[in-house]
């Protein structure tokens, strides 16, 4: 059950926190796994590309499709995150924001597609977040960023049916990564453990989700065992939104 033996799966964003967790799953499960990432990451193959830029991601691509022949999973994980308000947001984090989460979800659709199309078989995993259905203070840019992330997942969703291309998307709440330490010790400094508490009751269930519950969401719906499920965001969020509104 959830054997990815002989499959080929592209991760973005893999070196660090959730991708990292995700990768290893996938690669655990017989997965071979390929992260296009700035930074390596020993456990799988690595290919240093800027997501952003539509030129570098056509290359990677290509150097996939010419070494494996095929592209049987895609996971646009990579992203930044931004805290503030419309006010406090400039032109400059805005375009970022866009250029990265945005952008960069849509250079690896786009520069997959075509091999998926021909395969006729595919599946694509965007991940998006809570912001994306719920109002959050001090996240204007980001809220955002994975509005477009999730109405993306369902335009493909509806686009690539006819070719067996799945499209779904993950919706977290609060996870614990190396993230929400750096958070923490750069604005919080004395006060960690009080605020990384006081972050965990935020959800209903009252902790934050670990790396390997997310990256377990994702091997489902990357497996065949989720063939019948396309245009769906999945939130993993401890109860957030339902026991929060």
């Known amino acids: 059950m959830f054997s990815l033996i002989n499959k080929i799966a592209v991760i ?13 799953t996938l690669k ?3 997965a071979t796994v390929v992260n296009f990432d700035r930074s390596p990451y020993e456990e799988f193959d690595t290919i240093e590309v800027d997501i952003s830029k539509q030129s570098e991601v056509l290359a990677a691509s290509k150097t996939v499709i010419e070494k494996h022949a095929r592209i049987d999973i895609l996971i646009n ?7 503030g308000n419309l006010e406090s947001t400039s032109e400059e984090d805005l375009d970022k924001l866009f250029e990265v989460n945005v952008k960069g979800a849509y250079n690896c659709m786009y520069a997959i597609i075509g091999q998926m199309k021909q395969q006729n078989h595919g599946v694509i995993l965007n991940m998006c977040s809570i912001a994306a259905t719920l109002g959050l ?7 955002a960023s994975k509005g477009a992330i999730r109405a993306m997942t369902f335009a493909m969703a509806k686009d690539y049916l006819k070719f067996n291309i799945r499209c779904n998307c993950i ?4 996870v614990h990564t190396p993230f929400v330490e750096d958070y923490l010790r750069v604005n919080y400094p004395g006060q960690e453990k009080e605020m990384f508490e006081q972050l965990s009751q935020t959800q209903p269930i009252g902790r934050m989700g670990t790396p390997n519950e997310i990256a377990a969401l994702a091997l489902y719906l990357c497996s065949d065992e989720a063939g019948f499920i396309t245009g ?9 939104i339902k026991l929060n509104t």
């Open 232 to 240: 769906t965001d999945y939130p993993i969020d401890g109860g957030f």
């Open 12 to 24: 973005t964003g893999g070196s660090s926190g959730i991708g990292t967790s995700i990768g290893r």
């Open 171 to 174: 919706s977290p709440a609060r």
């Open 77 to 83: 994980n990579a992203g930044i995150s931004f805290i």
């Open 137 to 143: 203070a001090d996240r204007f840019a980001y809220s």
């Open 28 to 30: 655990q499960q017989g």
